[in-house]
């Protein structure tokens, strides 16, 4: 399922208070990978992944890599939008928001992020700005997105 029509252009970048947002692409695998596995039980314990396959403890580098791949092949094809949140100051990963096509009946776009651990903190105001940029950004009416 397409998310957005072929003349939509795809929002680049989001700046919020304590982080950034881009899409997220190969190049961020090694940060990417090392930001969730460092933070797996509190991802699993963030709204919207309770019961979800990953994040696992055994899932190799290069398996993220693929995963990386994916995601960056469903921004081309306009089904899924990957971004990766970052340090303003350091560049660093400290999370991740992801677009997808919708998985309950009555709304337009499924919404989840994560952040690590030790940035905890951010959940609720990346949540916020996230709600505030797809309203203001995108053409989604009805978002899926675990309250915070």
């Given at each position: 399922?397409?998310l957005?029509?072929?003349d ?5 970048s ?24 460092d ?13 979800r396959e990953w ?19 469903e ?11 970052l340090?303003p100051?350091n560049?660093?990963?400290i ?10 009946e ?10 690590c651990?030790d ?17 203001s ?12």
């Amino acid at each position: 399922m397409v998310l957005v029509p072929q003349d939509f252009v795809i929002p680049s970048s989001l700046h919020g208070e304590g982080f950034r947002l881009e899409p997220l692409t190969t190049a961020h695998n090694v940060s990417d990978y090392q930001a969730w596995h460092d933070s797996i039980e509190h991802i699993q314990k963030t709204p919207g992944f309770a019961g979800r396959e990953w994040p696992v403890e055994d899932f190799p580098v290069e398996q993220n890599l693929a995963d990386l791949v994916q995601h960056e092949k469903e921004a081309a094809e306009r089904v899924g939008f990957a971004y990766t949140v970052l340090s303003p100051t350091n560049g660093k990963v400290i999370g991740c928001v992801y677009l997808e096509a919708p998985k309950r009946e009555g709304y337009d776009v499924d919404v989840r992020s994560w952040v690590c651990a030790d940035q905890a903190e951010l959940d609720k105001p990346l949540y916020e700005a996230v709600l505030s940029w797809i309203a203001s950004d995108w053409p989604f009416t009805s978002v899926d997105y675990a309250k915070r």
